[in-house]
């Protein structure tokens, strides 16, 4: 098991913005990839953003030019800025670390064994 805590989610007008955080156990060089991950109310698990440990990024079509992943290794912790929030970003956000045979995808960090934070919510309204 690996403890990846959230936290930064809250609610916010339409072109505002937030930062999320991911506070994630052990060392982050120990992971190929981590990454971001949102459900909405009614639909499925959809990826947002992930880097790699060369922090190479992806981004879903949706919020590029919007988000940006990061990462900060001496604090062990994974960001995700996003700006110029839309009502249709309203989710639960999850945070993910990925290992074995990892590869980024999409907007997507994928891997053997896949970790999931509890999420945070972030609501928008316009």
């Known amino acids: 098991q690996v403890p990846l805590v959230e936290s930064g989610g809250g609610s916010v007008q339409a072109g505002g913005s937030l930062r999320l955080s991911c506070a994630v156990s052990?060392?982050?060089?120990?992971?190929?990839?981590l990454g971001w991950f949102r459900q909405a109310p009614g639909k499925g698990r959809e990826a947002v953003a992930g880097?790699?440990?060369?922090?190479?990024?992806t981004y879903a079509d949706s919020v590029k030019g919007r988000f940006t992943i990061s990462q900060d290794n001496a604090k062990k912790t994974l960001y995700l800025q996003m700006r110029s929030l839309k009502p249709e970003d309203t989710a639960m956000y999850y945070c993910?670390?990925?290992?074995?045979?990892?590869?980024?995808?999409?907007?997507?960090?994928?891997?053997?064994?896949?970790?999931w934070g509890q999420g945070t919510q972030v609501t928008v309204s316009s």
């Open positions: 993910a670390a990925s290992l074995g045979g990892t590869y980024l995808s999409g907007g997507g960090c994928y891997g053997n064994d896949n970790y």
């Open positions: 052990g060392y982050i060089d120990n992971w190929y990839c």
């Open positions: 880097i790699s440990i060369y922090d190479t990024t």
